[in-house]
């Protein structure tokens, strides 16, 4: 018996976004850490995604203006993504996605006796300390990020 292969396809977006590259598994976090569930507007959530480059990958497509997201987070959760950004559907730009020097409220500090465990109004600060290994430090006590079980 013949393998039949399937293809799924998701409408061109006339103004909006579309991150791509984004490493099979980590699309449903970057949608969550995002907000996107909770925009009033389309949002395409593709995971595992065939990809020459990589295999398999996730995309998400979103049909409202890049300028109200953080794009920090992206960088944060998967520095080689690539983000097109869609105008009269065309792409119009194509913002370089970096590893952020610090994070802000993307992730918590998960040591007891860290100053945001305390103070619970507090940012949670995270500076990246080692860009080639790609390590996060609290910016008040620290603590790895990773070291500890990570939410």
Known sequence: ???QKYKLNVGKIDEGFVIDH???G???KLYRDLGLG???CSVALITNASSRKMGKKDIIKVECP???FDMDVIGFLDHNATVDV???????AKPVI???KQVKNI???KNPRCITSIEQGLDQVFVLTDPKNEVYRCKYCETRYGDQDQS
């Open 107 to 109: 992730i918590r500090c």
């Open 98 to 100: 970096t590893l952020p």
């Open 1 to 3: 018996m013949q393998e």
């Open 66 to 68: 890049i300028d109200q």
């Open 86 to 92: 869609i105008k009269g559907g065309k792409i119009i």
């Open 22 to 24: 984004i490493h099979a």
């Open 26 to 28: 980590r699309g449903m």
């Open 38 to 40: 909770m925009l009033d």
